[in-house]
C-alpha cells in the first residue's frame, strides 16, 4: 500500500526505530541530575547534540532540539524579532513560507509589527532581487524556506542570505522539507527543521542560532535546551532523530538519483495519461521526492478519497479538502490551478514499481471523478469549440452570464468551461461565484486553455469572473 | 542499584514501553489527513484521549496533549489569563508552585500584570483561608499545585477550589505530582500534568480547560490540539503516556500503602540514625512515595555525589547543588533547614529492602561528609555545653562575631555551631556571611537547637545573623 506523503510525515526509519528503543532504558532520566541516571542521559543529549549539529552544519551549543519543527520555527522568529526589536518590528517572508510562519508572521502584525510577504513567480521561486528590495532599515528579521514544502520548489537561499547580510538582517531559513537530503547552503543565521519529515519521530525540531546572532528567549524563564526552548528534554526521541538524520544523509546522494528519475517520470507522464492537468513547481531546481499537479473539472477531496480507496495515500492543496474553504496559500500565491490538486512525495525507498502502479491508476480515477461530476471531456470541449458559432466571425458584444452561486471548487470552472464553447470569439462569460477557489482557478483555466481572464466584477453577494474567448 | 528521584522523572512503566512500540508503526502519519495512515493515527489519537480524560476526570473535548508538563503550565496560564484580561491581570499562587508556574507568574509581572504569592506553614501547605484572602476583585487566575514536588504535602486544593469558585476565579492545578497515584478532587477550572512522572515517556503533557472556561490561546495559531498546542501530534509517546497512566492508576492504590509504609520508616529511622536531622513536610497529608530531610553541616552536593557512590540517586534542593547559590525556594518558603537537604522518592515497584540499604548507608556517608567538612559531633556540641561559663550565669553583654564571609553552605553554620558552647547563655553570636543559604539556614539551626534567632543586622558586604544563647 504505496504511501506517498512523506512531506507530511515521513515512516519512521529503521535507525531511528533502533536508536529510539535502544534509549529508552538509558535516556529517560533528568540530564540535569548528577547521578548515574542523569549521568547518562546527559551523555546520550551531547551525542545527539554533536551529530544533529554536524548534520546540519553548525556547532553544537548553536543548536537547541524543540518539541516540534513548529515550535523551532515559533521560537526562533519571536526570539529573533526580540533580539532585534530596537531595529524595528518589520519581519520579510516569502508568500509561500509554512503556515508556521505566516502565522507567526499574523502574531506579529497583531501585536503591531509589520510583515512583508515577498511575491513568488508561477514556479513557486521568490527572485532575490525582490527579496533584497523589501528589506527595510526597521527589518528585524527574514525567513526563506529552502524548498516548498507543497511544490517542491527550491528558494534561492544563498542569493537571499547574502542579500540579507549585506544589510545586516539575520535570515531563517525553514529547512523542514530539504535538511534530510542535504545541509543548507549560504549564510543562514538562524536554522529550523522537523524530524518526522525525514523519518525521526515525531516531537522533536531543531533551532540553530549562528553565534553573533541577536536572540532573546520569549515566554516563561526555562534553564532547559541553554534557556531557549523550555520543558524536559525528550531525549530518546532526540537520539533517534539525530541517529535517523545521519543515516538519511548516507543514504540521501543515490536516493536523491533514484527518486528525481521517478518524480521526473511522474511529472512526464501525467499530462499525457491525463487530459487537462497543470504540473505546476520548477521542475529542475525541486526537491528530488516531490511533484504536484492539478487536474481541472476535479473535486480535490473526492479524488484523495479514491486515489485513497485505490491504495495511494496522497495530499492535497484544493479549497474541499481543507477545513477552511480556501485553496493553499501556495497555490495561491502561485496563480495556479487548485482544483484536482495532488502532492505526490515520495518516501526514500519507494519503488519504481509502485508508481508506474499510480500512473496505471491515476487516469481512470481521475476520469470517474469527471464523470460523476458531469465535467466536459476534452474531447467534448474540442468538438463544441468546432462546431460553435465562432466560426462566422468575431462578436464582441456576445456575452453569457454563468450563475454558480453557492457551487463550491470545481463546479464554477465546470459550468463555464460546459458553457464556453457556444461563445462566438470576441464574446465573454461572467462567472458569478462565491467559492474563493474561483479565484484562482477561473484565470488558471484561462491560462491553461489559452483564453483571455478580463478580471472581477462586483455582483451582490458573489464576484463576477469575466473570461473573453480569443480562440 | 536504587533509583529514589521518581519525582523528577519515573523510568518507563513497561506498559509504556509497549505501547510506544506497538503504536510506532501505526501513530507516525499526520492525524488531520484523510488517507488510511492519517484515519489510523487519528484513532490512536482519539483513543489515548479518552483513556487520558477518563483518568483526569474530565471530557475527552476538554483535554488536549501538550509537549511536556512545562508547556501545559505555560499554555495553561497564559490563555486562561488572556481569556480573562478584561477582568484584571493579577494571578494568585503558592510560595512553593513549580519553577514552571512561578516563572510564567514572572512573565506576567514582566508584562505589566501582578502576582501574589501565598504563603506557606512549615509542613508546607498553604491555609485555604490565606490562599482565600489573597483573591482580588481583578484576579484572572489562580494556581495551586496538587502536591509539592520538593516535600510531598498535598495541598488542601477542594477548599482552595471552592474559594475560588466562590468569587469566580478560575483554579489552576498543577497535578504533575500526583496523577499518578489518583484524580485530583474539588472543583478545579483547569488541570496539568506531565507523563514522564507517572512512568510515561517524555515529549507528553496534558492540560485540561473546564467547558466554560474562558481560555484564549496565546502565540501563533495552529490548529492541531483544538488550537491550544501547536505542533505535530507526538502520536506514540501520547499513547504510551495515556497507556501507562491507566496502568498506574490501576496499581496506585496498593502500592500507595506500601510506599507509604516505606516513607514513614524512613521518615521515623533518619532522625534516629542521622543526628541533626530536620525531616520536612507534611507527614501525613502528603505524596504516598516523598519524603525530604535536610541534615546540619553537611554540604548537600558531597551529599549526593557520596550517595551516588554509594549506589543511591537522590535529588537535593540544597543551594550547593543548584547553579544559582541559592536554595530551593520551597524549603525557603517553609523556612526550614535547606542544608545537606535529600529528596528521596520512590518509583513504583521499589522494594523494601532497597530502603533498608538505603537507611543502613546513610549515617556513614553523613558521618563521612561532617568529618571531612569539620564539623561539631552532637556530642561534643553537648559536651561543649556543659563546660561552658553558661553555667555561672547569664551574661547579656557577651558578644562574639563569626566570620564567614566568601563561605558557602555549610560553613557559616558549621562556624556558629562551634564556637557556640563558649558563649554565656544570654549572649550572643554574629555570623557574618554573604551565602543566601545563611539566611535561611541559620535561623533553622536556632530552631532545631533551641536557641533565639534575633535577626538580621546590615554589615558591609554580608549580612550579620545574630543568634542569642538562651540555654
Known amino acids: 500500500m504505496p504511501y506517498f506523503d512523506a512531506a507530511s510525515s515521513a515512516p519512521l526509519h529503521p535507525v531511528a526505530r533502533q536508536a529510539l528503543q535502544a534509549s529508552l532504558d538509558e535516556g529517560w532520566a533528568d540530564p540535569a541530575r548528577l547521578y548515574r541516571e542523569g549521568r547518562r542521559a546527559r551523555l546520550l543529549l551531547d551525542a545527539a547534540r554533536e551529530a544533529a549539529a554536524e548534520a546540519v552544519g553548525c556547532r553544537p551549543d548553536e543548536l537547541v532540539f524543540t518539541p516540534s519543527g513548529t515550535h523551532a520555527i515559533h521560537l526562533g522568529i519571536s526570539g529573533a524579532l526580540a533580539g532585534r526589536r530596537r531595529v524595528g518590528r518589520h519581519l520579510v517572508v516569502s508568500a509561500v513560507e509554512h503556515s508556521s510562519v505566516l502565522h507567526a508572521g499574523g502574531a506579529l502584525r497583531d501585536d503591531g509589527g509589520a510583515v512583508t510577504e515577498v511575491p513568488v513567480d508561477r514556479s513557486g521561486a521568490v527572485s532575490p532581487d525582490a527579496y533584497a528590495a523589501a528589506l527595510r532599515e526597521d527589518t528585524a528579521l527574514a525567513c526563506l524556506q529552502s524548498a516548498n514544502h507543497e511544490v517542491g520548489t527550491e528558494q534561492p537561499v544563498a542569493p537571499v542570505a547574502e542579500a540579507c547580510r549585506a544589510v545586516g538582517v539575520p535570515l531563517l531559513v525553514d529547512a523542514a522539507q530539504s535538511l534530510g537530503w542535504r545541509p543548507v547552503e549560504g549564510a543562514w543565521s538562524l536554522l529550523t527543521a522537523s524530524a518526522h519529515k525525514w523519518g525521526g519521530p515525531a516531537g522533536v525540531g531543531l533551532l540553530a542560532v549562528r553565534k553573533g546572532v541577536r536572540f532573546a528567549h520569549q515566554g516563561p524563564a526555562d534553564e532547559r535546551e541553554s534557556g531557549r526552548s523550555a520543558g524536559f528534554e525528550n531525549i530518546p526521541a532526540?537520539?533517534?532523530?539525530?541517529?535517523?538524520?545521519?543515516?538519511?544523509?548516507?543514504?540521501?546522494?543515490?536516493?536523491?538519483?533514484?527518486?528525481?528519475?521517478?518524480?521526473?517520470?511522474?511529472?512526464?507522464?501525467?499530462?499525457?495519461?491525463?487530459?487537462?492537468?497543470?504540473?505546476?513547481?520548477?521542475?529542475?531546481?525541486?526537491?528530488?521526492?516531490?511533484?504536484?499537479?492539478?487536474?481541472?473539472?476535479?473535486?480535490?477531496?473526492?479524488?484523495?478519497?479514491?486515489?485513497?480507496?485505490?491504495?495511494?495515500?496522497?495530499?492535497?492543496?484544493?479549497?474541499?479538502?481543507?477545513?477552511?474553504?480556501?485553496?493553499?496559500?501556495?497555490?495561491?500565491?502561485?496563480?495556479?490551478?487548485?482544483?484536482?490538486?495532488?502532492?505526490?512525495?515520495?518516501?526514500?525507498?519507494?519503488?519504481?514499481?509502485?508508481?508506474?502502479?499510480?500512473?496505471?491508476?491515476?487516469?481512470?480515477?481521475?476520469?470517474?471523478?469527471?464523470?460523476?461530476?458531469?465535467?466536459?471531456?476534452?474531447?467534448?470541449?474540442?468538438?463544441?469549440?468546432?462546431?460553435?458559432?465562432?466560426?462566422?466571425?468575431?462578436?464582441?458584444?456576445?456575452?453569457?452570464?454563468?450563475?454558480?452561486?453557492?457551487?463550491?471548487?470545481?463546479?464554477?470552472?465546470?459550468?463555464?468551461?460546459?458553457?464556453?464553447?457556444?461563445?462566438?470569439?470576441?464574446?465573454?462569460?461572467?462567472?458569478?461565484?462565491?467559492?474563493?477557489?474561483?479565484?484562482?482557478?477561473?484565470?488558471?483555466?484561462?491560462?491553461?486553455?489559452?483564453?483571455?481572464?478580463?478580471?472581477?466584477?462586483?455582483?451582490?453577494?458573489?464576484?463576477?469572473?469575466?473570461?473573453?474567448?480569443?480562440?
Open 238 to 471: 532526540i537520539v533517534a532523530a539525530a541517529a535517523s538524520l545521519r543515516a538519511v544523509r548516507m543514504e540521501a546522494a543515490a536516493e536523491a538519483v533514484r527518486l528525481r528519475a521517478l518524480v521526473d517520470r511522474i511529472r512526464a507522464s501525467v499530462p499525457e495519461l491525463v487530459p487537462d492537468v497543470e504540473v505546476v513547481g520548477d521542475p529542475v531546481r525541486r526537491l528530488p521526492h516531490l511533484v504536484t499537479f492539478s487536474c481541472l473539472y476535479v473535486d480535490g477531496e473526492v479524488l484523495l478519497h479514491e486515489l485513497d480507496r485505490a491504495g495511494f495515500s496522497v495530499s492535497s492543496g484544493s479549497s474541499c479538502t481543507s477545513g477552511t474553504l480556501t485553496p493553499s496559500h501556495v497555490l495561491r500565491a502561485m496563480g495556479v490551478l487548485s482544483e484536482g490538486n495532488v502532492r505526490v512525495s515520495l518516501p526514500m525507498g519507494t519503488g519504481e514499481e509502485e508508481v508506474e502502479r499510480f500512473l496505471a491508476v491515476l487516469p481512470g480515477v481521475v476520469a470517474g471523478v469527471r464523470e460523476r461530476l458531469g465535467a466536459p471531456s476534452s474531447a467534448s470541449f474540442a468538438a463544441s469549440f468546432a462546431g460553435s458559432p465562432s466560426g462566422s466571425g468575431e462578436d464582441e458584444d456576445a456575452s453569457v452570464v454563468v450563475d454558480a452561486l453557492g457551487k463550491l471548487c470545481p463546479i464554477p470552472v465546470i459550468e463555464l468551461a460546459k458553457i464556453f464553447g457556444d461563445v462566438p470569439v470576441g464574446g465573454t462569460v461572467t462567472v458569478l461565484s462565491d467559492d474563493e477557489a474561483a479565484r484562482l482557478d477561473i484565470p488558471a483555466w484561462c491560462e491553461m486553455r489559452g483564453q483571455e481572464f478580463v478580471g472581477e466584477r462586483g455582483a451582490g453577494r458573489g464576484v463576477g469572473y469575466v473570461v473573453r474567448r480569443v480562440s
